[in-house]
């Protein structure tokens, strides 16, 4: 297990440092028309318009925001191996302050999602394609703003699948899957 987590951590800080290491991109980027319908395990969500406050929820979904250039109003606290003051790991901490943000809002999920904390973030999507979230959550989450879980099951969502489904979820898909050609 720990070396599962040495190489998860290792993989998503080379992916954290090569979007960090791009200039913040605009929202003129090679985005895909808006607006998205996206189909996952629940169903389908629609994006009318390019979302400027993304928040991220579960394992390292913010992880790719980071990467592509975009600050998440708030992330999901880390919840193994060694995190920082600010409760991430090391990579997305410094993903961050390269990005201007040395306070990043992070939910404390370990015991469920903090709804009221993703609610006063006012996100304009909710990502969280490695994720465990049930139906309910799911139908919760969505009053708060438009929510793309994972596409088929719970926890089994790849790196890789993670990569791409959540810079789609943007509008970055093309700058997705350059990611995860690196």
Request: with cysteine; proline share 4%.
């Amino acid at each position: 297990m720990k070396k599962v987590i040495a190489m998860l951590s290792s993989i998503l800080l080379a992916l954290s440092v090569v979007g960090c290491s791009s200039t913040k991109k605009s929202s003129t980027s090679s985005t895909d028309q808006y607006p998205l319908t996206l189909t996952h395990a629940f169903g389908t969500t629609t994006i009318k318009k390019e979302p400027k406050r993304v928040a991220a929820i579960g394992w390292e979904n913010g992880d790719t925001p980071l990467a592509l250039g975009i600050v998440p109003v708030g992330v999901s606290r880390s919840n193994y191996g060694a995190e920082t003051k600010n409760h991430l790991h090391v990579w997305a901490d410094q993903a961050f302050k390269k990005l201007g943000e040395n306070n990043p809002v992070v939910f404390d999920d370990t015991d469920g999602w903090d709804y009221e904390a993703i609610a006063k973030t006012k996100p304009d999507v909710i990502i969280a394609s490695y994720s465990g979230m049930t139906k309910e959550e799911y139908e919760t989450l969505s009053k708060i703003a438009p929510v793309l879980p994972y596409k088929k099951n719970a926890w089994q969502t790849t790196w890789r699948d993670q990569t791409i489904e959540n810079a789609t979820d943007l509008g970055k898909k093309k700058e997705g899957e350059e990611l995860v050609k690196k």
